[in-house]
């Protein structure tokens, strides 16, 4: 099925949920303010004709004893325009003055207009002309009733009308800009969402093609995206390290292999056109390649094991100064061939962890500083804490790595002399191991070195607090 984009579903969710907001808020705030300005129309009204009965009313003549009827007749045709009909009577209810038996026509067609007006615009209005009467009063005294006729509930003039619907316009156009606005503000988010996005998806597909040199732009302002960059481009830097270990991996276990296979297969090959007697020696020989090849492949193995993400560890308490101890004495017939003196420094350090393991790396790390260390030489075993932390140290006066070395002893198969043979050293396998052993006990393996003048290999471990760290 085909999927939409990532930057329209973005896009379109923002503009419409400005939509919906601009369009609430213009519907109700027209409804307000429609109503606001009817109730305003509704009170004027009302006060117009209030108005009109006040002026009628202090128009009243004490001394003549009646209303200026001309006067009465100019409110009354000014009235009339404005949509007021008035009927003005004396206080015996006679008819004074009446603007209908004045200019009916004119009345009538005003009235129609009125009503014609409001019916077709305001038709839920369901209006109609009322008659209201007011008392005519002058210092506190009667002197008339004014009855006044009006569009009830309230009528608009063309002016009033058109104020309204220049309201309304103005509120339909203040929410299209507003929405054009939106909709353009949600495409420059999504795109700026949905750009890096992209860019990983890209680097990705170049990674799963096996193209681990892609970088994935890092100029990114959101904290989440350049964090997503990042990762990306460092999980390139790992798979480009783990596919070059592979390629070394594979090209280490070929060279490891391809002598013994080249010196038996030759030795076999010669006997098999009798060129050579199977002498027991030549056996022999044939045998001890046989043996390195067989040496080669547990090495292969126990790497598989130590490296397998599930090295199942039965830790128990543990010194780390006893077990040194009793693996430096197990040496101490190479020490006493090649005449290293070796010593044992520290105290009792207790951890929780694989004797056997622990054994393994202390071992294999005594067994390097006898290898790597000419005869005369020293070793020392240091055992302590530091910080909570137990730490173990095995340094020699050997040959020393470099610098740039002393990180890479740890990688499988690393050797710094490459061209040596097995008999002077290991496959390399050795450090990874006790890598991976110290790792999964929590702790850490490092190097200090210099060449000519020797070697320290420091293990870190947490120490053992009643071993509730470690369960
Ligand atoms: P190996 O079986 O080759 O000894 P390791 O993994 O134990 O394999 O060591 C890797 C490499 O690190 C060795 O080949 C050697 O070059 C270097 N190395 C290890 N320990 C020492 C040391 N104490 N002094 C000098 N070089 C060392």
Redesign the pocket.
Same mark, same amino acid.
């Given at each position: 099925m085909r999927k939409m984009r990532l930057k329209t579903t973005l896009s379109l969710i923002f503009a419409l949920m400005v939509a919906l907001t601009v369009v609430l808020v213009s519907i109700f705030s027209g409804i307000f303010i429609n109503r606001q300005f009817e109730e305003y129309v509704k009170q004027t009204r009302k006060q117009e004709a209030g108005e009109l009965a006040e002026y009628i009313g202090s128009n009243y003549d004490e001394e003549l004893g009646g209303f200026n009827l001309d006067y009465v007749h100019g409110m009354g045709m000014y009235a009339l325009k404005e949509g007021f009909i008035i009927r003005l009577y004396d206080n015996d209810m006679n008819l004074l003055w009446d603007a209908e038996n004045h200019d009916m026509e004119q009345c009538h067609e005003i009235m129609n207009d009125i009503a014609l007006r409001m019916q077709e615009k305001m038709p839920e209005l369901n209006g109609e002309f009322v008659t209201y009467s007011y008392d005519i009063v002058k210092d506190g005294r009667r002197n008339g009733v004014l009855e006044i006729s009006y569009y009830t509930p309230y009528y608009m003039n063309e002016n009033e009308f058109q104020f309204l619907k220049a309201l309304n316009m103005i509120l339909g156009a203040v929410g299209a800009v507003s929405i054009a606005i939106a909709a353009f503000l949600g495409i420059l988010v999504a795109k700026r969402i949905t750009d890096p996005i992209s860019g990983v998806i890209t680097a990705t597909r170049k990674i799963s093609e096996g193209d681990y040199s892609v970088k994935v732009d890092m100029d990114l302002k959101e904290q989440e995206t350049y964090e997503l960059a990042d990762s990306i481009n460092s999980m390139a830097g790992t798979l480009k390290e783990q596919e070059y270990l592979r390629k070394q991996l594979t090209a280490d276990i070929a060279h490891e292999l391809r002598t013994p296979v080249t010196n038996i297969s030759s030795y076999v090959e010669m006997m098999m056109d009798e060129v050579m007697e199977p002498t027991p020696e030549r056996l022999r020989s044939c045998y001890d390649e046989l043996q390195r090849l067989s040496g080669i492949i547990n090495d292969l193995e126990r790497l598989e094991n130590a490296e397998s993400d599930g090295i199942v560890l039965k830790k128990e308490d543990v010194d780390l100064y006893s077990l040194s101890e009793s693996i430096l004495q197990s040496f101490n017939s190479k020490l006493e061939e090649k005449k290293i003196i070796s010593g044992i420094d520290g105290g009792e350090v207790h951890v929780y962890a694989d004797r056997g393991r622990m054994g393994q790396v202390v071992a294999?790390l005594v067994s390097? /500083?006898i290898?790597?260390t000419d005869e005369n030489g020293s070793i020392k075993v240091s055992v302590g804490t530091e910080n909570n932390t137990a730490v173990l140290i095995v340094e020699?006066t050997?040959?020393?790595?470099y610098e740039e070395d002393c990180t890479r002893?740890f990688e499988r198969f690393?050797?710094?002399?490459k061209s040596r043979t097995r008999k002077t050293?290991? /496959?390399?396998?050795?450090?990874?191991i006790s890598k991976a052993i110290v790792q999964a006990h929590g702790g850490n393996i490092s190097c200090e070195?210099k060449p000519g003048v020797g070697?320290r290999?420091i293990v870190t471990l947490p120490a053992d607090n009643g071993h509730d760290q470690n369960k």
């Open positions: 294999n390097n /500083a290898k790597y020699d050997g040959i020393g790595i002893v690393y050797r710094t002399d050293g290991g /496959a390399g396998i050795g450090l990874s070195s070697s290999f």
